[in-house]
């Protein structure tokens, strides 16, 4: 029997693929976004249009989730099974130049979502937290066990408050909620932001690549799809209050990526070095036990497999 699912940040890049999955699941979709100015409103639409725009399970609605009135009301009128709430201020450099809005948010709108929520018995609640809760955490990998009480920039801090929010509201209502801790997302339309997609573009286009560091540091890439795996086996699965690394359990340094990057392309790269920047982490690296024994989350998709799909897409979407 086909479900409604509400999900939030719907148009963009995590947001856009798991509304696919779940209309081609038979799932009936309500797709959430304001289209906030992080990057071009066009590149939005175009996630959208892509595949969901003109499918009769999907609706779209142009709507701010700090919104009061606008979330309550879409909430009561549709009623859904589960919420999925992907929207939020993304990025750790931005969220230090201004904080208060990455507080406003990802933490008032979260809020705004639950009350939603438990007010119209909403079963389930999943919300997207980040691998950047562990800070410069010194062992690896990193589990969900580790303490996260020591967040080296506002975005990281308002995702780990985001989840003791979440914690409290399960608490009190008992409505399952699980915490999703993405590591380095990838892939067709990931955001224009993020290193990946950044170095196609200046590779193209035939420009210098910045990078920060002496390129050691290093990430736990992980493809979108698996992505999307987890957080369906989440919705599926959740009965309780959980937090589960979503990871691809394999790091790669900042050099390591660059050199894929090049023979991904077939492009050399010039190379425009540049020092660390404050708030970035060291490395992330993602212990998948817990989702691998509850969620039976198992990625998938290597980093050169993965870049090959991105840098496809990327050609094609020029």
């Known amino acids: 029997?086909?479900?409604?699912?509400?999900?939030?940040?719907?148009?963009?890049?995590?947001?856009?693929?798991?509304?696919?999955?779940?209309?081609?699941?038979?799932?009936?979709?309500?797709?959430?976004?304001?289209?906030?100015?992080?990057?071009?409103?066009?590149?939005?639409?175009?996630?959208?249009?892509?595949?969901?725009?003109?499918?009769?399970?999907?609706?779209?609605?142009?709507?701010?989730?700090?919104?009061?009135?606008?979330?309550?009301?879409?909430?009561?009128?549709?009623?859904?099974?589960?919420?999925?709430?992907?929207?939020?201020?993304?990025?750790?450099?931005?969220?230090?130049?201004?904080?208060?809005?990455?507080?406003?948010?990802?933490?008032?709108?979260?809020?705004?979502?639950?009350?939603?929520?438990?007010?119209?018995?909403?079963?389930?609640?999943?919300?997207?937290?980040?691998?950047?809760?562990?800070?410069?955490?010194?062992?690896?990998?990193f589990a969900e066990t580790d303490p996260v009480d020591r967040p080296i920039s506002p975005y990281a801090a308002t995702k780990r408050a985001g989840e003791l929010i979440c914690h409290s509201f399960w608490h009190l209502n008992q409505m399952p909620i699980a915490c999703l801790r993405f590591f380095t997302v990838f892939g067709p339309r990931q955001r224009p932001d993020l290193a990946i997609a950044k170095f196609f573009r200046l590779l193209e286009a035939g420009k210098p690549i910045p990078l920060f560091g002496d390129g050691t540091t290093s990430r736990d890439y992980t493809y979108i799809d698996d992505i999307i795996d987890g957080v369906r086996a989440a919705m599926d699965r959740i009965d309780g209050y959980r937090i589960y690394n979503l990871g691809g359990n394999h790091p790669v340094t900042l050099a390591e990526l660059l050199t894929a990057i090049e023979e991904t392309t077939g492009i050399q790269a010039e190379i425009d070095r540049q020092p660390m920047q404050p708030g970035d982490v060291d490395r992330t690296y993602a212990d998948l036990a817990r989702s691998g024994n509850e969620l039976d989350y198992r990625p998938k998709t290597s980093l050169r497999e993965g870049l090959a799909n991105q840098w496809q897409w990327h050609r094609s979407a020029r």
């Open 1 to 141: 029997m086909a479900k409604t699912i509400i999900v939030t940040g719907a148009a963009g890049f995590i947001g856009s693929h798991l509304c696919e999955r779940l209309v081609d699941e038979g799932q009936n979709v309500i797709g959430i976004d304001n289209f906030a100015d992080f990057y071009a409103r066009e590149v939005k639409e175009r996630n959208l249009a892509e595949r969901l725009l003109g499918e009769t399970r999907f609706q779209f609605e142009e709507i701010d989730i700090r919104d009061r009135q606008a979330v309550d009301s879409i909430v009561r009128q549709s009623r859904p099974e589960t919420i999925v709430h992907l929207a939020a201020m993304a990025g750790v450099r931005p969220s230090i130049e201004n904080p208060g809005l990455y507080t406003e948010v990802n933490l008032d709108g979260t809020v705004r979502l639950l009350d939603a929520a438990v007010t119209s018995g909403v079963k389930k609640f999943i919300f997207a937290s980040s691998s950047s809760v562990y800070g410069n955490n010194q062992k690896v990998p």
